[in-house]
Structure formats: structure tokens, C-alpha cells
């Protein structure tokens, strides 16, 4: 039986001196698709409620090389279907995110190689755009004579794409745990800009002995990118890294933050007051710890928190929640952080507190690279469960916290009628909520804080025709925050999203 680590926690609301619930396991589900390798990097919600989820699988281990796996749910975790890609040797999907088309865009990485390996592969990004069925529209590929990936991928406001990772590193793939043993080398931060058909427009790179991991759209329309750095090449002690650009990638400020430890940057979010950074921290000698950073909007350092025990810990994704943060990741590994672990989920307040956490232990090795929280408050985590050689893909969904909304909504049947998520989200002051209708009818939309006040209705019991709508919400008196905003049809039928709000 694996050693839990002990957290000492303070959290204080507004009741009384209580401790948060954690959520319940509503359900588990380990796919084994093709019974080789099946392994999830990356988890979205989508427009009907389900997951969309992309990694890698190895179609028979004995005649096949791994190959970039896209998986569809409900939102039950059922399979709707899945697909696979393949260029002949090694394919990778790292990020995914739905399209305004309903659609898919993939980022990852490809390799050109043989095995046995007479030369070491070379790697290069490689971008997937799908239907809403997986299928195929278009396949790009970015790099240049050495090893390049693209880690994160999002859809940006002019329809187009923005991506971040490592240009000419020395491994053909990225890194999930650094320490002393790392030596500095000639790879750089990479950003790059395209248009919707994945035609570059701008491509960026930023600092030598850097790695990018993660990048966001930000509410003035810059980006936001994290990975670590090795900020002098005569050490091996790494710190992590955070860049603001402007709209066209150009460097309004960079800020490595570190200490005496190896450290690094695996994902960032924005969030009311600055951004949010998960990741890890290991002193020469001793295991990893998990490392969240809080910083201003100017990137200094607001707050920084570890949290571990005595074995290793890691977190590889951090996502705005209702309360606060939610961090997936491993814990109780042996001196690596991915072998012989468990799968960890938690979520802190505002100040870095811990409101609660669970551990998954499912297998020999088990590992929750992506979590969100899905618009009905419910958090949902993706990885891999492995009994030792191999492994299968895992997807889970815990329970919400009660909220003064109530969730437990009467559904009409998707096609009814669907309520996109608003763009941009997050957003300052304005916003554009979609929906759509099969046919004519009256209906209301409104908008509600988490206390389950309704704080403005956009418009209510209206007629509308059948087809896609679009309403502008001005949301410039409202405070930072979470909030949701709830279409009502006159059946009494209801869909809720959650946005947010960033001042």
C-alpha cells in the first residue's frame, strides 16, 4: 500500500470553520482500444456535453509504431468514436480543443525515422484539423532541421490558431520531469501563428535553453506562455519561464522565476488578477514536490506553493474553477514522477489554500495529464492507467460542489436546441453568446452568479426563428468572477455555460 502524503490545510468560509467536500467519483472508465498502448494527453468538453480526448495509441506493438489517437464521448464517457492518425513512425497528440465549426484541431508532434534506429528521429509539429466526426479536413507540418513540437494549440478570436512548444531541442519529444541530471542545450520557446486553414502568419522564438509547454489567448488579445528555462549554460538547474506578448507574438515582458531547485512551467492559465501556473520543483537529491506559482498581471510573483509528501508529486495542468484552481497530476511516484504513481486531483481557493483532493490508484502506474471543469461544475480527468508494460486510456468525472445554481436541468434533445459557449471567454467587459434553434420559439436568457442570483436577464420570453443566433452580453458592471448564464425555453427545457469574467 502506497504511502498518502499528509497536508496540513486551512480554509475558512463564510459559515464557519469548514473544510470543502470532495467531490464524489460519479464514474471511471479505463479504454482499452487497441490493447497495446492507449495513453491521454489532453481533455475538452464539447458542444453536446461530452469529451473529446487526444493522445497516443500503438496499434500492435509488434508491427506498428504509435500513432495520434482522438477519442469522442458522451457525457457518460461512452465511446462515440474514435480515430486514429499516422504518417509511419511516431505520432503524438498533446493538445486538443473544438473548433467554431464544431470541429477539431490537434497539436502534437511527428517524427521521420526507421526503427531499428540507425540515426535518431527528428521531430517536428504536427497540426490535425477534423470535422465534427474526426474526419480529416487538413494536416500541416511545422519545423525545421531539428527537433520541434507543438505542446498546446488553441483557437484564437480571428478564427485562426495560435500554438506554442520547443524549436530544435535536443530529444525528439517533451520532457515531463526536469532535474539536476538535464543539461542545457540550443532549443528555444516557439509561438507560432496561423490563419483557420493553418497557414502560418507569424512565427516566434524566444530565448536560448528554453522549452515551451503551454500558451493562452489573453483578454487584451496577446498570449500567455510557460515552460522553463536554463537561465545560465554552464548549470543544470533549470527555473520556469512566463512570456506576455502582444497580438503579433512580440515580447512585451518575460519573467523566470526560481530558486535553488529544478523547475518548471507545464500549463497556465489567466485568471481575475494575473495568471495561474502549475507545475514542479525538485532540490538536487530529493524527490519532486508539485509547484503552483500565483503571479500579477505584470508577472511578479503573487504567491508559490509546493505540495507533495515523501515520495515524488507533479502537476501537469492547472483550469479557473468556481472556487478557485483545479490541478491534475500524479503523486506518490518513485524518483520519477511518472513511474509507479498515482493519479491526483485537487483544487485550492483563491490564495493557494487546499480545499480537497483525491487519489486514484487504479494500477501499477497511473497518470492525469488533463483535468477541467466541465460547464456544469463537474470536474472531468484524463490519463493513463498502466499495469506495467503498456497502458490504457483513462477518463473519470467527479461531482460538483453545490452552487446556487441549480444544475439538475430538464435537457431537450440536443438538436432541440443548443446554447454554444460565449466568445471570447474569458472576457473583460464584452462578450457573444450563440445558440442555436430547430425551430421557432420563445425563449429567455439570462445570467446568474454563483450564488444563484439572477444578475441580469439579456432578454426574456422572446420569439426567435429556427437557426443560429447570436447575442451581445455587455457585461462591463459586472465584478470579476465566475458566472452562468442559462437559456430557458418555454417548455421548460434549460442549458447552462459557465463564463468568466476578467477585469
Same mark, same amino acid.
Given at each position: 500500500?502506497?504511502n498518502f502524503?499528509i497536508?496540513i490545510?486551512a480554509?475558512?468560509?463564510?459559515v464557519?470553520?469548514l473544510?470543502a467536500?470532495?467531490?464524489d ?6 479504454y ?6 492507449d495513453e =491521454?494527453k489532453? *481533455?475538452? #468538453? /464539447?458542444l +453536446?456535453? !461530452?469529451y $473529446? &480526448?487526444? @493522445?497516443? %495509441?500503438?496499434?500492435d ?7 495520434v ?5 458522451d457525457a457518460?464517457?461512452?465511446i ?6 499516422d504518417?509511419n513512425?511516431?505520432?503524438? =497528440?498533446?493538445? *486538443?480543443e #473544438? /473548433?467554431? +465549426?464544431g !470541429?477539431? $484541431? &490537434?497539436? @502534437?508532434? %511527428?517524427?521521420?525515422?526507421s ?9 517536428d509539429?504536427w497540426?490535425i484539423k477534423?470535422?465534427?466526426n474526426?474526419?480529416t ?8 532541421? =531539428? ?17 506554442t512548444?520547443?524549436?530544435n531541442?535536443?530529444?525528439c519529444y517533451?520532457?515531463y ?10 532549443a528555444?520557446?516557439?509561438l507560432?501563428?496561423?490563419d ?5 502568419r507569424w ?14 489567448q489573453t483578454?487584451?488579445?496577446?498570449y500567455?506562455i510557460?515552460?522553463?528555462i536554463?537561465?545560465?549554460e ?14 503579433s ?6 519573467k523566470?522565476i ?6 518548471a512551467g507545464?500549463c497556465?492559465?489567466?485568471t481575475?488578477?494575473?495568471?495561474v501556473?502549475?507545475?514542479?520543483t525538485k532540490?538536487p537529491?530529493?524527490?519532486y ?7 500579477d498581471?505584470s508577472?511578479?510573483?503573487v504567491?508559490?506553493?509546493?505540495f507533495?509528501?515523501?515520495l ?9 474553477s ?8 500524479a ?11 498515482d493519479?491526483?486531483m485537487?483544487?485550492t ?13 487504479i ?12 460547464d ?6 484524463n490519463?493513463?492507467?498502466?499495469g ?9 468525472k ?13 435537457q431537450?434533445?440536443f438538436?432541440d436546441?443548443i446554447?454554444y459557449?460565449?466568445s471570447p ?8 453568446i450563440?445558440?442555436?434553434l ?5 425563449i429567455?436568457?439570462k445570467v446568474y452568479?454563483l450564488?444563484?442570483?439572477a444578475v ?8 426567435f426563428?429556427?437557426g443560429?443566433?447570436?447575442v451581445h452580453l455587455?457585461?462591463?458592471q459586472?465584478a470579476?468572477?465566475?458566472y ?6 418555454d417548455e421548460?427545457?434549460?442549458q447552462?455555460?459557465?463564463m468568466c469574467?476578467?477585469k
Amino acid at each position: 500500500m502506497k504511502n498518502f502524503k499528509i497536508f496540513i490545510i486551512a480554509f475558512f468560509i463564510a459559515v464557519g470553520n469548514l473544510f470543502a467536500q470532495t467531490p464524489d467519483l460519479l464514474w471511471s472508465k479505463i479504454y482499452d482500444i487497441t490493447e497495446d498502448i492507449d495513453e =491521454g494527453k489532453s *481533455v475538452r #468538453q /464539447t458542444l +453536446d456535453g !461530452g469529451y $473529446i &480526448i487526444t @493522445g497516443s %495509441c500503438v496499434p500492435d506493438g509488434m508491427v506498428s509504431y504509435i500513432d495520434v489517437l482522438l477519442l469522442k464521448t458522451d457525457a457518460s464517457g461512452n465511446i462515440v468514436w474514435t480515430k486514429t492518425f499516422d504518417r509511419n513512425f511516431f505520432e503524438e =497528440g498533446l493538445s *486538443v480543443e #473544438q /473548433t467554431a +465549426d464544431g !470541429g477539431f $484541431i &490537434i497539436g @502534437g508532434r %511527428c517524427t521521420s525515422g526507421s526503427y531499428p534506429f540507425i540515426e535518431p528521429p527528428i521531430s517536428d509539429a504536427w497540426v490535425i484539423k477534423t470535422d465534427i466526426n474526426g474526419d480529416t479536413l487538413w494536416i500541416k507540418t511545422y519545423g525545421g532541421t =531539428g527537433n520541434d513540437y507543438c505542446t498546446s494549440i488553441q483557437p484564437t478570436s480571428d478564427s485562426g490558431y495560435i500554438m506554442t512548444g520547443t524549436m530544435n531541442a535536443e530529444y525528439c519529444y517533451p520532457k515531463y520531469e526536469i532535474n539536476e541530471e538535464y543539461k542545457p542545450d540550443s532549443a528555444t520557446v516557439w509561438l507560432i501563428k496561423t490563419d483557420a486553414n493553418g497557414n502560418t502568419r507569424w512565427t516566434k522564438t524566444c530565448l536560448e535553453r528554453s522549452y515551451g509547454n503551454c500558451v493562452e489567448q489573453t483578454v487584451d488579445g496577446g498570449y500567455i506562455i510557460v515552460g522553463w528555462i536554463f537561465p545560465d549554460e554552464q548549470e543544470h538547474q533549470s527555473d520556469v519561464l512566463l512570456i506576455k506578448t502582444d497580438s503579433s507574438g512580440d515580447t512585451l515582458w518575460t519573467k523566470i522565476i526560481g530558486g535553488n531547485e529544478c523547475e518548471a512551467g507545464f500549463c497556465v492559465r489567466q485568471t481575475a488578477e494575473g495568471y495561474v501556473i502549475a507545475g514542479q520543483t525538485k532540490a538536487p537529491g530529493k524527490p519532486y514536490n508539485a509547484l503552483v506559482i500565483k503571479t500579477d498581471l505584470s508577472g511578479e510573483v503573487v504567491w508559490r506553493k509546493t505540495f507533495g509528501g515523501e515520495l515524488s508529486d507533479v502537476v501537469f495542468s492547472v483550469e479557473v474553477s468556481a472556487e478557485g484552481y483545479f490541478f491534475t497530476g500524479a503523486t506518490n511516484g518513485t524518483w520519477w514522477v511518472t513511474a509507479m504513481a498515482d493519479m491526483w486531483m485537487f483544487e485550492t481557493d483563491i490564495a493557494g489554500n487546499l480545499r480537497w483532493e483525491r487519489i486514484e490508484d487504479i494500477r501499477f502506474g497511473d497518470i492525469a495529464y488533463s483535468g477541467i471543469q466541465s460547464d456544469v461544475g463537474e470536474y472531468v480527468v484524463n490519463g493513463m492507467t498502466s499495469g506495467g508494460f503498456g497502458g490504457d486510456l483513462w477518463l473519470a468525472k467527479l461531482g460538483s460542489e453545490p452552487t446556487g445554481i441549480n444544475l439538475n436541468e430538464k435537457q431537450a434533445p440536443f438538436f432541440d436546441y443548443i446554447l454554444y459557449q460565449n466568445s471570447p471567454n474569458p472576457f473583460n467587459a464584452e462578450t457573444t453568446i450563440f445558440f442555436e434553434l430547430a425551430q421557432s420559439k420563445q425563449i429567455s436568457l439570462k445570467v446568474y452568479d454563483l450564488l444563484g442570483n439572477a444578475v441580469q436577464a439579456v432578454f426574456e420570453n422572446v420569439h426567435f426563428q429556427a437557426g443560429l443566433h447570436s447575442v451581445h452580453l455587455d457585461a462591463s458592471q459586472f465584478a470579476s468572477g465566475v458566472y452562468f448564464f442559462r437559456l430557458e425555453a418555454d417548455e421548460g427545457y434549460t442549458q447552462t455555460k459557465k463564463m468568466c469574467v476578467l477585469k
